[in-house]
Each structure stands twice: as structure tokens, then as C-alpha cells.
T-cell receptor
Framework: QQPVQSPQAVILREGEDAVINCSSSKALYSVHWYRQKHGEAPVFLMILLKGGEQKGHEKISASFNEKKQQSSLYLTASQLSYSGTYFC?????????????FGQGTILTVHP | EPEVTQTPSHQVTQMGQEVILRCVPISNHLYFYWYRQILGQKVEFLVSFYNNEISEKSEIFDDQFSVERPDGSNFTLKIRSTKLEDSAMYFCAIPHLQAGVQFFGPGTRLTVL
């Protein structure tokens, strides 16, 4: 069963913040976040391993609540380059090399 | 980030024809994955391949699909008799040294007419 992402779409002005959520009904080994621009391949952003850690990457960070099997991606002070579709991919296989099951995506649009 | 190329970048074929999509990682990998993405939809797992054997496959990966590592370096995905619904972007993914991280190749756009 695929993870559920929310919201489906977000529209921001430059400098505004956004949160994208990813929820799974399965116990997860890891959660992966990707950004995809139109016509391009998904680009890896970060991985969250079970253990509830939080990671940061410049102005983009993420958390993983192992008890709830939920992950959130935080985009702060958004830039035009943040526009794209964000996917969470979940690994419920129990090993680090398990397949990824992707959510339906969240379309983020940043306007000047 | 491991580098990987995919060929061709775009393939147009007639329904019922066979197609072979190629993935060439810059360095040797024991693990690789194939995913597909129908236009406007989410990315879907097809198959994972470890040490020259299929380790896991999805319901999509039926008898019409096969994967190989023909010469020890590149990986191929073959669709024996293409259908209209096979039209999609096909991505191979390679794991990074940091276990679990999968990096996607640029993809092959398959159009079945």
C-alpha cells in the first residue's frame, strides 16, 4: 500500500515556508524524499532512517516519527528553484536495499 | 552521487514490438532497480536486481518483462511485446555508498503507438 502525501499541492510566494507530510500504514525502515521537475528524473533530497531522526539540508529539513510512521519535509524561506513535485518513497522491507514505494506526490509552486 | 546513464533517451515503438532499455552505471554495482512513471503519475517500482538475480519484483513486472546484466556492466530491461499502457518514463536507480539511498538515472521515455 502506497504512502499518503498531503497536501496534494502548495502555492507559495518566495520566502514563505511549507510542510509536506507523508504517512504510511506499514512499519518503515526508511523514508526517502525526492524532488522532480517536469521532464526530469527524481532528485534525491534526503533519507530518514527508523529511529525518529531529523535531518537538514540547507533550508530543507525532514523528520520521521517512527511511532506514527509519518515523515514531514520542511521547506523554509522558499526559493523559485524549489518548485517541482515532491515525492516521499518508503522502504518497508526491513533492509536498507529494499524497494521504494512512492506517494502520489505534492506539487509545489513558488511564485516571485 | 553515483553517475548513471540510460539509453535511449526516447524510444518510440509499435504495439507488440520488443524493446530493450539500457542502464549503464559509471562504477560497478551489485544492486540496481527499475522504476517506471506514467505521465503525470507517481513513480512505481518494477524490479530489483542483486548479484545477477532478481531480488524482488512488483505485480507490474509480469512475464512480458525481463532484466539482465548481459556483460557485467550495463543492465537491461526488456519488454517482449509492448502494450499501449507500457508508455511511460523508465528509470533505473543505483544505490549510493550510504546504504539505502537510491539515485535515479535520467530515464528513458517509452512511447508505444
Amino acid at each position: 500500500q502506497q504512502p499518503v502525501q498531503s497536501p496534494q499541492a502548495v502555492i507559495l510566494r518566495e520566502g514563505e515556508d511549507a510542510v509536506i507530510n507523508c504517512s504510511s500504514s506499514k512499519a518503515l525502515y526508511s523514508v526517502h524524499w525526492y524532488r522532480q521537475k517536469h521532464g526530469e528524473a527524481p532528485v534525491f533530497l534526503m533519507i530518514l532512517l527508523k529511529g525518529g531522526e531529523q535531518k537538514g539540508h540547507e533550508k530543507i529539513s525532514a523528520s520521521f516519527n517512527e511511532k506514527k510512521q509519518q515523515s514531514s519535509l520542511y521547506l523554509t524561506a522558499s526559493q523559485l528553484s524549489y518548485s517541482g513535485t515532491y515525492f516521499c518513497g518508503t522502504n518497508a522491507g526491513g533492509t536498507s536495499y529494499g524497494k521504494l514505494t512512492f506517494g502520489q506526490g505534492t506539487i509545489l509552486t513558488v511564485h516571485p | 552521487e553515483p553517475e548513471v546513464t540510460q539509453t535511449p533517451s526516447h524510444q518510440v515503438t509499435q504495439m507488440g514490438q520488443e524493446v530493450i532499455l539500457r542502464c549503464v552505471p559509471i562504477s560497478n554495482h551489485l544492486y540496481f532497480y527499475w522504476y517506471r512513471q506514467i505521465l503525470g503519475q507517481k513513480v512505481e517500482f518494477l524490479v530489483s536486481f542483486y548479484n545477477n538475480e532478481i531480488s524482488e519484483k512488483s505485480e507490474i513486472f509480469d512475464d512480458q518483462f525481463s532484466v539482465e546484466r548481459p556483460d557485467g556492466s550495463n543492465f537491461t530491461l526488456k519488454i517482449r511485446s509492448t502494450k499501449l499502457e507500457d508508455s511511460a518514463m523508465y528509470f533505473c536507480a543505483i544505490p549510493h555508498l550510504q546504504a539505502g539511498v537510491q539515485f535515479f538515472g535520467p530515464g528513458t521515455r517509452l512511447t508505444v503507438l
